[in-house]
């Protein structure tokens, strides 16, 4: 993702010089790190554990809950270490971003409980001050130019990248949806417009877009992949291509009130059509239910096990790089965001372990 942000913002610079100027710039630099730092705020199995401990925090209230988004933010400028220093040689908490890198990483550029999207938010109040400077001057709600090419770039990683990946893993039959008499591609199509009814006005370009991307996958339904050089060469032509034409569908659009990033429509519907392969075999797949069903279980225990500890000043319960953060927490609210904080950090098998450790069963 980082490297696409960075391909998107040097075209940009080579194709629109003058509009990039009007909009204050656009550091290919800047673009890469806000694409690297994006995922950060996400814990241990993704989204499925976003939620449960946005309702974890919620319940414990702390009202500006848990969002990946304000926990990215977070870990770049609090929680991160760097080699930075003040005047008086004190470590600088975070990493010490530029303002246009942080910028770049405010996807929403609002706190929580927004009226227009109270589902997304990209600060939590601990973090108010710095984002206060990093958007100084610039109009609310208004993304910057890096935030909306992050974005972007996002959705086509998100698209792309993570549909191959399933796909040479054996789990989305993208192969078998080419052709219009495919019930592979029907039961697609009825899936798609049952999740997004609000495409049906426009069902026929979708369409369009699906056949197009489909038609021009490399691999026939009767053909498997073997992950051989010969293989991997043919995918790696199919989204390199893709991905050319992505990149430069985006256009500045400077005098814009909300948005000064446009995307062309068709290569928007391409995308779209492509994620909803990974909602339909992946996201969607009613074999990962009971799977999800115990990491949400692992995730609301360890968190109340950890609270319960930070509660009761067992701070050695707690991984050892936290112990010392858990111990200076000065009131309830402190101690619940250490706690997300510290589950977040985990890796799912860090999680795992922790919570067979916690039970006793670790050996």
């Known amino acids: 993702m980082g490297q696409i942000a960075r391909r998107i913002a040097e075209y940009l610079n080579q194709q629109a010089p003058d509009d990039v100027k009007r909009i204050g710039g656009l550091d290919p630099d800047a673009a890469e790190a806000a694409g690297l730092a994006h995922d950060m705020g996400h814990p241990p199995f993704g989204h499925i554990a976003e939620e449960e401990l946005n309702q974890l925090v919620l319940d414990e209230g702390v009202s500006d809950g848990y969002e990946g988004n304000a926990q990215s933010f977070r870990i770049v400028t609090r929680l991160a270490s760097s080699d930075a220093r003040d005047r008086r040689e004190n470590a600088i908490p975070g990493l010490n971003l530029t303002r246009m890198t942080l910028d770049g990483l405010l996807k929403y550029p609002w706190p929580s409980g927004d009226r227009q ?100 996958f490399p691999f026939e339904p009767g053909e498997r992949y073997g992950n051989s050089v010969q293989d991997r060469a043919r995918l790696y032509d199919f989204s390199t291509g893709l991905i050319r034409y992505l990149v430069g569908s985006l256009r500045l659009n400077p005098s814009g009130s909300l948005s000064i990033v446009a995307v062309n429509a068709e290569a928007k519907r391409e995308v779209d059509v492509l994620k909803q392969f990974i909602w339909e075999y992946v996201i969607e797949n009613q074999d990962l239910a009971v799977v999800q069903n115990g990491q949400r279980g692992a995730v609301r225990a360890v968190f109340t096990r950890l609270l319960h500890a930070a509660r009761d000043k067992k701070y050695y319960l707690f991984p050892s790089g936290y112990q010392g953060i858990a111990a200076k927490a000065r009131d309830k609210g402190e101690r619940v965001r250490v706690v997300a904080d510290c589950l977040a950090g985990m890796t799912e098998k860090e999680l795992m372990h922790f919570h067979r450790c916690l039970q006793g069963l670790a050996t």
């Open 117 to 216: 999207n109270p589902k997304k938010w990209g600060y939590y109040e601990t973090e108010r001050d710095i984002f206060a400077w990093v958007r100084a001057g610039r109009p609310a709600r208004q993304r910057s130019g890096i935030a909306e090419i992050m974005d972007w770039a996002d959705d086509i990683t998100f698209a792309i990248h993570d549909l191959l990946d399933f796909y040479c893993a054996g789990k989305i039959p993208i192969d078998r949806c080419k052709g219009r008499l495919s019930s592979e591609r029907e039961r697609l199509i009825v899936s798609m417009f049952g999740r997004k009814p609000e495409w049906l006005p426009e069902r026929a370009r979708y369409l369009e877009a699906l056949e197009c991307t489909v038609d021009q």
